[in-house]
Structures are given as structure tokens and as C-alpha cells.
Nanobody, 124 residues
Framework: QVQLVESGGGLVQAGGSLKLSCAASGRAFSTYAMAWFRRALGKEREFVAGITWNGGSTDYRDSVKGRFTISRDNAKNTMYLQMNSLKPEDTAVYYC?????????????????WGQGTQVTVSS
């Protein structure tokens, strides 16, 4: 069992930055693939970024490439999402997710554990 808690969301002006954190409790965090998803009001949940169990591979949705960076610190049981050059269309609730087999996926149905989410609001 893994419990995930996101933090770091907030209100920021367009062009600004935020860093989200996802703290994990439970066993074997270092063996899980991790990802960030988001859900904007009235829209479907979508993949934002993912990272494999050892951080050796990352993946991003096209709209955030070059602006967002996903990372993890297995010694601290924590995953991060550095978000730069934020745009109003990045406004959403951001969720972290863990996938048991350690290999990344963009499909939310393949993730086993989810956090409660943190709100990110980007004003124009």
C-alpha cells in the first residue's frame, strides 16, 4: 500500500513558476513508476509527465515539454514537478499517481495509487 500526498499548488501569474511535490508513504516507493496527471474544470483527466522507477526515463505531454520537469528522490520518497512559464491553460487540479510495475504509462487506468490532488491556478 502506498499513500500519496501532493503539495505546492497555488495561484500564480502567467509566466510564473511552481514546484509540486508528491510525498509517498508505505513500502517500496523506489520500485514504482510515478506520474503527474491533471484535470481541468469540465475536462477529462490527462497525463502530464511520468518517470520510471529509477528516474532513468521520463515522458511529457507535448504541451508541457520544455516547460515542466519531473524528477524523483527515492531516498526521500518524493516526486517533484517543476513547472515554469506557466500558462492559463495549465490551470487544473494536479494529481500524483504510482504504478506498481515500475514502468511508465500515459494511461491513468494503469496506475494503482493516487493522491488527493493540489490546485494550480494560473491567472492571465
Amino acid at each position: 500500500q502506498v499513500q500519496l500526498v501532493e503539495s505546492g499548488g497555488g495561484l500564480v501569474q502567467a509566466g510564473g513558476s511552481l514546484k509540486l511535490s508528491c510525498a509517498a508513504s508505505g513500502r517500496a516507493f523506489s520500485t514504482y513508476a510515478m506520474a503527474w496527471f491533471r484535470r481541468a474544470l469540465g475536462k477529462e483527466r490527462e497525463f502530464v509527465a511520468g518517470i520510471t522507477w529509477n528516474g532513468g526515463s521520463t515522458d511529457y505531454r507535448d504541451s508541457v515539454k520544455g516547460r515542466f520537469t519531473i524528477s524523483r528522490d527515492n531516498a526521500k520518497n518524493t516526486m517533484y514537478l517543476q513547472m515554469n512559464s506557466l500558462k492559463p491553460e495549465d490551470t487544473a487540479v494536479y494529481y500524483c499517481a504510482a504504478k506498481y510495475d515500475g514502468y511508465g504509462s500515459t494511461r491513468y487506468a494503469e496506475y494503482d495509487y493516487w493522491g488527493q490532488g493540489t490546485q494550480v491556478t494560473v491567472s492571465s
